[in-house]
């Protein structure tokens, strides 16, 4: 089912005082996972509020963008692509036990500045996407993302 998954993309985002999300549309999914503060953010015209522990799979070609203005927020992001479409179950979720997830981008981190290898960054991203969409590991938000 990750078979397809590719990383394009990771990073460790911190906000020094006051931050808002850009407005764009990419070609690519993107998973947010939300350490520290509040991001709000909108995609396809529906609101999300994300606090820590709190984890939003973007999807590509939807504009999204930011609502409302954030402070000293940090949050764990990965770029992926997939061919076939790859369809979330949950695109908003508060993760119960963030630690497996949490040790998961933290060696995403470490891998991605071994520049000539992809490999171990598909792989690990497959593995965040297995960790954050099992069932027993995530408590499912409401309708509104809130």
């Given at each position: 089912m990750y078979e397809t998954v590719f990383c394009c993309g990771?990073?460790?985002f911190v906000s020094q005082g006051e931050w808002i999300h850009p407005d764009r549309v990419i070609n690519s999914y993107e998973i947010i996972f939300l350490?520290?503060?509040?991001v709000y953010i909108t995609?396809?015209?529906?609101?999300?509020q994300l606090k820590k522990n709190d984890l939003l799979i973007l999807e590509p070609k939807l504009r999204h963008f930011g609502y409302k203005a954030s402070n000293n927020t940090s949050f764990f992001w990965v770029h992926f692509t997939s061919i076939p479409k790859f369809e979330p179950e949950f695109k908003y979720q508060?993760?119960?036990?963030?630690y497996n997830l949490t040790l998961l981008?933290?060696?995403?981190?470490h891998y991605r500045s071994e520049k000539n290898n992809n490999e171990p960054l598909d792989y690990i991203t497959r593995l965040i996407l297995?960790?954050?969409l099992s069932p027993n590991k995530q408590e499912h938000a409401n309708q509104n993302g809130h």
């Open positions: 990771a990073g460790k350490i520290n503060g509040t995609e396809n015209g529906r609101q999300y508060s993760i119960k036990e963030p981008f933290k060696q995403l981190m297995m960790e954050c």
